[in-house]
């Protein structure tokens, strides 16, 4: 089970990198109606540069997901979920309060799973 939620938070930051990094001014202005659409093409690079670290979080939690040892793969997705949360708590603060459900909230369920289970 917790490795099928980690999967799936993977796959959320790809699609993150993928918006981040390539679709920024045609799906932000979709994505963060709050914002002015005029930010948008203003803010690009700083988009693309969030994308790839969006990639590094989704690199790591699927390294954990290849990992044979069980002992070596629950640590690297801890450490990797961690990340996962604390930029959704961040997020929360200085961006949207939705991402505490879309990124946190799941990042939490997913940690306590590999402690647990």
């Known amino acids: 089970m917790e490795k099928i939620l980690i ?3 993977a796959a959320l930051h790809l699609y ?3 918006f981040e990094m390539f679709a920024w001014e045609s799906r932000g202005p979709k ?5 002015p659409r005029e930010l948008f093409p203003q803010t690009k690079t700083l988009a693309a540069n969030q994308g790839l670290y969006n990639g590094f979080l989704a690199a790591g939690l699927i390294w954990s997901l290849a990992i044979q040892d069980r002992q070596w ?3 690297v997705a801890l450490f990797f979920l961690g990340c996962v949360a604390v930029a959704g708590i ?8 939705k991402i505490i459900f879309v990124q946190t909230i799941p ?3 997913a940690m306590l799973l590999v402690i647990y289970l």
Request: hydrophobic share 55%.
């Open 7 to 9: 999967g799936l938070i």
């Open 16 to 18: 993150i990198l993928w």
């Open 31 to 35: 994505v963060f109606s709050n914002f």
């Open 73 to 75: 793969s629950d640590n």
């Open 90 to 97: 961040y997020g929360f603060f200085t961006a949207d309060r």
């Open 107 to 109: 990042a939490i369920i």
